[in-house]
């Protein structure tokens, strides 16, 4: 261990983020605090539903892609949620 590397981490997980990339014209319907259904296919309940809201939408859009990133916050009750997961978003309208 040198002195630029951290002796530990605090983490909190009781919030979590989901990063959706989106393009940009399915993007700009949706405004921060809309509400998203979120699915962690990997959980061993996983039809288990959380709801997120739309926390923070990019302010760019990726010039080669066009895709636009969205940040939804998910309520963690009891950490359930880990670091890496792939979930599946739902967003007003069906998609």
Do not use: C, W, Y
Request: hydrophobic share 45%; charged share 25%.
């Amino acid at each position: 261990m040198t002195e630029a590397e951290p002796m530990f981490r605090l983490i909190n997980t009781d919030q979590v983020i989901l990063l959706v990339r989106l393009p940009a014209e399915r993007a700009a319907t949706f405004e921060e605090g809309a509400k998203v259904g979120v699915r962690i296919p990997i959980l061993p309940d996983a039809q288990q539903r959380f709801e997120g809201v739309v926390h923070l939408k990019s302010k760019e859009i990726d010039a080669s892609s066009g895709l636009q990133d969205i940040k939804v916050l998910i309520e963690n009750p009891g950490g359930i949620i880990q670091a890496g997961m792939k979930a599946e978003a739902t967003f007003p309208g069906g998609q």
